[in-house]
Antibody
Framework: QITLKESGPTLVKPTQTLTLTCTFS??????????VGWIRQPPGKALECLAL???????RYSPSLKSRLTITKDTSKNLVVLTMTNMDPVDTATYFC?????????????WGQGTLVTVSS | QFVLTQPPSVSGAPGQRVTISCTGS?????????VHWYQQLPGTAPKLLIY???NRPSGVPDRFSGSKSGTSASLAIAWLQTEDEADYYC?????????????FGGGTKLTVL
């Protein structure tokens, strides 16, 4: 059974750094052609892929947010961490992590339930 | 704003067939990249509906089908049911967006009348 779960603060202040952890089970990020992505969704708005880390530690970032994002993985602990610096109220959103599978491009077949992060002073 | 354009909303009556389009360009769908589709019921995480343009994951009813032609893709839902009321998103890749491997469309809200 494959599961993913996001964890982190529900409230952050403007200019602070957000750190989110995706803890997963049922698969390994050391398996070829597997990845984990972070996708966010502001209230009432569309999905936006923030970052994707692959089994070989290759990383991809949203061009518009690249300077603020870092994605890392700990294969032994089955977790992926996303950090986003200089948070702003416009970053208020539900943040999802999801397992990616090989495709052109990768697709996300299992998703976490999401965690709502509010940016406010 | 979105490199993949979807209609904001579509509607249909139970039993009818609806299609949702995902229009791209020569740097994404037209370049041969796959299109994937997701269904998001209110208050829940997205669910993979179609991958690789036409493939359904196990458990997805065959009422849902995907197609791709040129610079566009479509999701068709046959025999519409009330539980199909949700937001639908297409996803692909755009080679003009350096560094990013994944782009989503703006989403389409399906209303079952």
């Amino acid at each position: 059974q494959i599961t993913l779960k996001e964890s982190g603060p529900t409230l952050v202040k403007p200019t602070q750094t957000l750190t989110l952890t995706c803890t997963f089970s049922g698969f390994s990020l050391s398996t070829s052609e597997v990845g984990v992505g972070w996708i966010r969704q502001p209230p009432g708005k569309a999905l936006e892929c923030l970052a994707l880390i692959y089994w070989d530690d290759d990383k991809r970032y949203s061009p518009s947010l690249k300077s603020r994002l870092t994605i890392t993985k700990d294969t032994s602990k089955n977790l992926v961490v996303l950090t986003m610096t200089n948070m702003d109220p416009v970053d208020t959103a539900t943040y999802f992590c999801a397992r990616g599978l090989s495709g052109e491009p990768y697709y996300f077949d299992y998703w976490g339930q999401g965690t709502l992060v509010t940016v406010s002073s | 704003q979105f490199v993949l354009t979807q209609p904001p909303s579509v509607s249909g009556a139970p039993g009818q067939r609806v299609t949702i389009s995902c229009t791209g360009s020569s740097s994404n769908i037209g370049a041969g990249y796959d299109v994937h589709w997701y269904q998001q019921l209110p208050g829940t995480a997205p669910k993979l509906l179609i991958y690789g343009n036409i493939n359904r994951p196990s458990g997805v009813p065959d009422r849902f089908s995907g197609s791709k032609s040129g610079t566009s893709a479509s999701l068709a839902i046959a025999w519409l049911q009330t539980e199909d009321e949700a937001d639908y998103y297409c996803q692909s890749h755009d080679s003009s967006l350096s560094g990013s491997d994944v782009v989503f469309g703006g989403g389409t809200k399906l209303t079952v009348l």
